[in-house]
């Protein structure tokens, strides 16, 4: 039993980074942006989010660094792909490829160095409760924040007027733009939220999971949470259902060799991405109507004066 | 792509740099690394490697390091890079750069080269490597003296033959001291991800393991273990400060005195190409402290570090019997030979776990 409480934590503690930073891109697609730089963003997030700890002691200071280090990043983005209308796809690259660079800069000081860890969650009673005690009174803060944000994208874009507006130009910036919304404007906050979100999910990294920083750290966590997004169908519930059965699926295979089952290490370090695969076939195939990629992401909009 | 995009740039930064400085009598060496001099492991020992050369010598050379250079054929510009700016010696510290390597060498005769860990050689192309199995059959016998639990946890990266001499050496000294000793491996498949190596820790721990060994770059299942209260090796580099009071003891790249000794050869022009792998006795690596243990286990890894020293005890002293129950045939007298353990494709008997790929 305790070893099952243990894997449950493990898996929460895994998905975390997962969701944090899928949510945030989730809304910067839903809005009509593909953000390829996720990753990137992240890895300043991290660099730049153990800084803030380490310099001031406090996990929360740190936290807000990586917000405003991924919302920065984000903001190099938006200033290309929405500014100046550059392809994006080879602008979230290069900002993937400028942020790991940037991230060992920013970070080369504090290589070695520790922190502690974000604390847990303690409620008296509660959080002793065997089995699900620590799972759901025990969590560190970013777990909490997590799940509150997916839950209120979920709410923000399908019960509010805004959200109607953002997916809006997500589908059909003409029309959008048309209709008098400000879509690049829209954009703009939707790519700041996905860079937040990315710079939080990557300042998890070296302020609750592992309490150092090393360059690389993120070891492509960004592009996990790209393929996601996808894996979601740009839906808010299935978002979660995915970041939890891909730590599930990393933590079981860990745990699947330690037992000795005689299934070969790197088919199950695979099986995330298979799992992947096979839920976007069936997802293609069920045709359940609902909806697909938004119809302008990735497109470039250039509003007419 | 990034990296070589990095190498890239760092490879004109520094020809920018060398065509500037005009030392045209020191002799010019180069490092080809594959991480950041920052990743606290594999490349950072390199180039404490190289700190110590420079310390050394650094009045008759002139070092110069690209860092971040990906394995395979992007590699073969990195070097060339080098070659190019002067640089006549030429360490490239990675397995991958093996080809890469031997292509450039071939190329360029007048420079010599020197490739760790690989196998391939020339007549101006040297290999280099360390015997780390040594140590890792100190590390099995302290293990097995500091478990509660007899169970093992064994992170690796790969099933290569380094990886799997280690851990058969582990087990053959964890043997001695506990014949029913259990050993857990999970392999992370990748040498690199903090993140990855924390929950390997962690499975490994849950599941009853209490002392944690890895083959993996990161000190990630060092502070686990630190922050569970149970025991690790760190690998590669001291980790201890991790680690204060679950470190026992670690491996300790010491390249220093092998790239001293191979530029002093290059100076006196007696450079040849060799193939170099040692042990303790040469001073390859070293062990750190060892830490949070009592006395008489800090005495008997003491002593067994002394006698493989003095080449009294060897790890892989026959008989071994492999997992099926047959004894592996001995072609080293009495131990298997450098041929055997540098292509080591089996786990010994105890270990109850599959190999992959067998």
């Keep these: ?305 | 792509m990034r990296k070589s995009l990095l190498a890239l740039a760092a490879g004109l930064l520094l020809a920018g740099s060398i065509s500037a400085a005009s030392a045209a009598d020191k002799l010019k060496v180069g490092f080809i690394y594959l991480g950041p001099i920052g990743d606290l492991g594999w490349t950072y020992q390199h180039d404490l490697g190289r700190q110590a050369l420079v310390k050394e010598l650094g009045d008759k050379i002139e070092t110069t390091y690209l860092e971040n250079v990906p394995e395979g054929p992007d590699a073969e510009r990195s070097i060339e890079q080098l070659v190019r700016a002067g640089n006549k010696l030429i360490f490239t510290t990675s397995f991958g750069y093996m080809d890469p390597t031997l292509k450039v060498a071939k190329k360029y005769p007048n420079v010599h080269f020197e490739h760790a860990t690989g196998y391939k050689r020339n007549p101006n192309m040297s290999t280099y490597s360390a015997k780390w199995y040594q140590g890792r059959y100190i590390q099995g016998l302290i293990a097995a003296k500091m478990s509660k639990s007899g169970v093992l946890g064994y992170i690796g990266s790969f099933p290569i033959p380094e990886v799997v001499s280690g851990i058969n050496a582990t087990v053959l000294a964890a043997q001695t001291i506990n014949p029913n000793i259990k050993v857990k491996i999970i392999w992370a498949n990748t040498w690199f991800d903090p993140g990855k190596e924390a929950d390997a820790a962690k499975a490994l721990i849950d599941q009853g393991a209490d002392v944690i060994m890895q083959h993996t770059d990161s000190p990630a299942a060092m502070q686990i273990a630190s922050e569970r209260g149970k025991l690790a090796f760190g690998q590669d580099s001291e980790m201890i400060k991790f680690g204060p009071k679950s470190q026992l003891t670690s491996i300790l790249d010491t390249w220093g005195p092998y790239y001293i000794e191979r530029v002093k050869a290059e100076l006196a022009g007696t450079w040849k190409s060799e193939d170099t792998w040692g042990g303790l006795d040469s001073h390859m690596f070293a062990m750190a402290p060892y830490t949070n243990m009592p006395d008489d286990v800090k005495k008997m890894a003491e002593d067994a570090q002394a006698a493989i020293t003095a080449g009294k005890l060897h790890p892989f002293k026959c008989p071994i019997v492999g997992q099926d129950g047959k004894p592996v045939e001995c072609k080293g007298g009495d131990h298997l030979d450098d041929g055997q353990i540098l292509g080591m494709n089996f786990y010994v008997k105890g270990i109850d776990d599959k190999l992959p790929g067998k």
């Design chain 1, 1 to 305: 039993m305790e070893l099952v409480e243990a894997i449950v934590l493990a898996v929460l503690a895994a998905s975390t980074p997962l969701l944090i930073a899928a949510t945030g891109e989730l809304v910067v697609e839903r809005s009509g942006v593909l953000n390829l730089g996720v990753e990137g963003m992240m890895i300043v997030g991290a660099a730049c989010g153990f800084a803030g700890a380490w310099l001031t002691g406090s996990i929360l200071i740190g936290a807000l660094f990586g917000i405003v280090a991924g919302t920065l990043m984000s903001l190099v983005f938006a200033l290309m792909a929405l500014g100046l209308a550059v392809n994006q796809v080879a602008t979230g690259l290069a900002l993937t490829i400028l942020g790991v660079g940037l991230s060992g800069l920013i970070g080369a000081g504090f290589v070695g160095e520790r922190i502690t860890p974000a604390v847990h969650l303690f409620i008296p009673v509660l959080t002793d409760i065997p089995l699900i005690g620590r799972v759901l009174f025990g969590e560190d803060g970013f777990v909490y924040v997590s799940i509150t944000l997916i839950i209120a994208v979920w709410w923000f874009l399908y019960r509010t007027r805004a959200g109607l507006i953002l997916r809006a130009c997500g589908d059909n910036h003409v029309s959008a733009h048309a209709l008098g919304y400000p879509v690049l404007r829209i954009r703009t906050f939707a790519v700041m939220f996905g860079g937040a979100c990315a710079g939080l999910a990557g300042a998890y990294l070296p302020l609750a999971y592992t309490p150092f920083f090393i360059p690389g750290m993120t070891a492509g966590r960004g592009w996990i949470a790209l393929a996601l997004v996808v894996f979601s169908s740009w839906r808010p519930g299935r978002l979660v259902v995915g970041a939890y059965l891909f730590g599930a699926v990393t933590i079981l295979q860990l745990h699947a060799q330690g037992w000795g089952v005689g299934i070969p290490s790197q088919f199950m370090s695979a099986l995330p991405y298979l799992a992947t695969v096979i839920v976007l076939v069936l997802l293609s195939r069920a045709r359940t109507g609902g909806s697909t990629a938004p119809a302008a992401l990735g497109t470039v909009f250039v509003p007419d004066r």
